[in-house]
């Protein structure tokens, strides 16, 4: 089994920055490409960024230059770093990653979602 355990969202004033972390746990052979994904009240979830094992990164346009993903591998963890928030950042963030267990079972997981909202 395997699990996705988030944390560091918050309450953050517009401008602030706030970093999540999402650490995966259980009968983990590799894991892939590890992501955060986002849903505001009403839309529908998104694609905020992803990486690769390697490292190779993308981000939705609406975040360039302002978040960060990162990943630690020995760790099995992946970071956001969220800097200049907006109030149109606040959603429940969710991370998800492509997981080969042990098993040699390949899967998508997600854990389950970390509130982040950017108000005054």
């Known amino acids: 089994q395997v699990q996705l355990v988030e944390s560091g969202g918050g309450l953050v004033q517009p401008g602030g920055s706030l970093r999540l972390s999402c650490a995966a746990s259980g009968s983990i052979f590799r894991i892939n490409t590890m992501g955060w994904y986002r849903q505001a009240p009403g839309k529908q979830r998104e694609l905020v960024a992803d990486?690769?094992?390697?490292?190779?990164?993308n981000y939705a346009d609406s975040v360039k230059g302002r978040f960060t993903i990162s990943r630690d591998n020995a760790k099995n963890t992946v970071y956001l770093q969220m800097n200049s928030l907006k109030p149109e950042d606040t959603a429940v963030y969710y991370c998800?990653?492509?997981?080969?267990?042990?098993?040699?079972?390949?899967?998508?997981?997600w854990g389950q979602g970390t509130q982040v909202t950017v108000s005054s």
């Open positions: 990486i690769t094992r390697r490292g190779s990164t």
């Open positions: 998800n990653a492509d997981i080969i267990t042990k098993a040699i079972m390949s899967a998508d997981y």
